[in-house]
């Protein structure tokens, strides 16, 4: 297996973007990671997509892709596995260069999600349509059920959970290209607008537009094209019981342990060795459990963990210093790369205001549905 | 459309109608061709109709097919006999609503669908 780099990041701006539709969105994301990388073709490329199909009734988007990217004849995929779409489209085009099929790939992802569309019906069917979904849950809904046993086993409080949106507002802040911008208190959290109980609507990432593009290529070839190696030295991907019901313990998010796992191994280091890592924290309760699953603190403890500012930007282990999906904003397929983007931009000391000092590896876990699947990648500065 | 993929789903959402693991006891609803022990011994079971609430929220941002029932619970209920389920909390103040309360299950309409409203049943919880 060859070492694979990667040499190019792109992103557009997060939001609500009503001028911009999905191919502009991708396009415009993928034509940066290409001019950012310098290099003048592709081999191959990966499209990371929820639900444009609901969202746009536009699927066959390896086809749209490519065409309007000025690529028709590589081979393109569409990939797709919920939120955690274009963290699994970086992982296939990761395995395509490491293997030497190719060797410079395009991943990217993209969510329009500003359509009119009922997007809480969009996104429910990343549940289990027949038996969460039918009788009448959603997204915050299946959170929501984590949250409340969380509390119940382990005594995690609705400030703790206001800890984590209000320093992924302020690391946002500090993001230009963050849907929200802004800074927020610990009250306008806890006084916001139930959306599920015990979470409101600042416990909740926001509906967005965005796109986010890498590009990868061997080690031995990211010389060519530029002097800071970004290595990925870790890759790791799981599933798990897609109904949250059906869990043996509603409160562990075993596919997101399980996935970094597997990418503490490849590395070769544990959580101890990171530096910085954007986690999946699509409801504030996600980054408490996915900081639990991943080892940056004990089991049960995410919440005293987080509010005792552990995770801050000058903390222990910095998590989400983009501002997270919670300020950053989550087009669904488009997370798991934009994640990517964040470590690149950390990882060459690039990343302005919201620089991490010394940020040599980061780690990035993105997550499918209410945790039934997750993938998780390590890059290292070389 | 959930109708023509309801029909199919009637035996699990009218009756309860699972399966259960011969090797390793675990319950399902619906029913698994194979059980994430591995084996395939697999015998017809009809979950339990009484039970306790496991984890539950209260839904106040519904999809556009449940806009008239908000607010609405809907709960992890832990059935005797074996398995669990999520379904809605009815005939119950949502204040009155706590994890570990005792809860029997009840056959109800669950939505209509579409302009001729036709409706799809199936199974709900109340404390009891």
């Known amino acids: ?382 | 459309m959930i109708v023509p993929r309801h029909y199919k789903e009637i035996p699990q959402r009218y009756r309860l109608q699972g399966n259960r693991c011969k090797a390793c006891g675990r319950v399902f609803l619906p029913p698994r061709k194979i059980c994430p022990c591995g084996s395939e011994d697999l015998e017809d079971y009809n979950l339990s109709w009484k039970g306790k609430i496991l984890t539950f929220t209260i839904i106040r941002v519904p999809p556009a097919q449940f806009k008239y029932q908000k607010p609405y619970a809907v709960a992890v209920v832990e059935l005797e006999g074996g398995g669990t389920i999520q379904c809605q909390v009815t005939d119950t103040p949502l204040e009155e609503i706590e994890i570990g309360k005792e809860v029997e299950i009840v056959f109800r309409k669950i939505l209509s669908e579409g302009e001729a409203g036709i409706h799809c049943y199936g199974y709900k919880c109340r404390v009891v």
């Not at chain 1, 929501?144 to 409080?157: E, Q, S, V």
């Not at chain 1, 964040?342 to 000092?357: F, S």
Request: proline share 3%; hydrophobic share 40%; with cysteine.
């Open chain 1, 1 to 382: 297996m060859r070492d694979v780099a990667v040499i190019g990041v792109g992103m557009t701006k997060f939001g609500e973007l009503w001028w911009q539709n999905l191919r502009e969105l991708y396009v415009e994301a993928a034509l940066e990671a290409i001019k950012d990388a310098g290099v003048d073709h592709l081999d191959s490329m990966y499209v990371g997509c929820m639900t444009s199909g609901l969202f746009c009734a536009q699927e066959h988007l390896a086809s749209l892709m490519a065409d309007y990217l000025g690529q028709k004849h590589i081979s393109a995929y569409r990939i797709e596995s919920a939120c955690a779409s274009s963290g699994l489209a970086f992982r296939l085009g990761f395995i395509e260069v490491a293997s030497g099929m190719s060797d410079i790939v395009l991943v990217g992802g993209v969510e329009k999600m500003h359509t009119g569309a009922d997007a809480t019906y969009c996104l429910a069917s990343a549940a289990d349509q027949d038996y969460e979904a039918f009788h009448g849950n959603t997204f915050p809904g299946l959170y929501a059920l984590i949250a409340r046993a969380h509390m119940a086993k382990y005594g995690t409080t609705r400030e703790q959970m206001a800890a984590v949106a209000v320093k992924n507002h302020y690391n946002g802040s500090m993001n230009p290209k963050a849907q929200f911008q802004m800074k927020i208190d610990k009250e306008t959290v806890l006084n916001a607008t139930p959306v599920a109980d015990p979470l409101g609507l600042f416990d909740c990432s926001p509906v967005t537009d965005g796109a986010a593009a890498a590009i990868l290529c061997p080690v031995e070839l990211a010389k060519k094209y530029t002097d800071t190696i970004i290595k990925v030295i870790g890759s790791g991907a799981a599933t798990s019981t897609i109904a949250v019901h059906q869990r043996d313990d509603i409160t562990f998010l075993d596919a997101v342990y399980q996935s970094g796992k597997k990418a503490y191994e490849m590395a070769g280091i544990g959580p101890k060795d990171i530096d910085l890592a954007e986690v999946h924290d699509c409801f504030t309760i996600a980054e408490i459990c996915d900081i639990e699953a991943l080892g940056f603190c004990e089991v049960g403890q995410g919440g005293p963990f987080s509010e005792a500012g552990n995770t801050a930007l000058d903390g222990k282990i910095p998590i989400n210093t983009s501002g997270g999906l919670k300020s950053k904003g989550h087009p669904v397929g488009a997370t798991g790369v934009a994640q990517i983007v964040e470590l690149v931009e950390q990882l060459r000391g690039t990343a302005g205001e919201r620089q991490v000092k010394n940020a040599r590896r980061g780690l990035a876990q993105n997550m499918g549905g209410s945790g039934g699947s997750s993938v998780v990648h390590i890059l290292e500065v070389q």
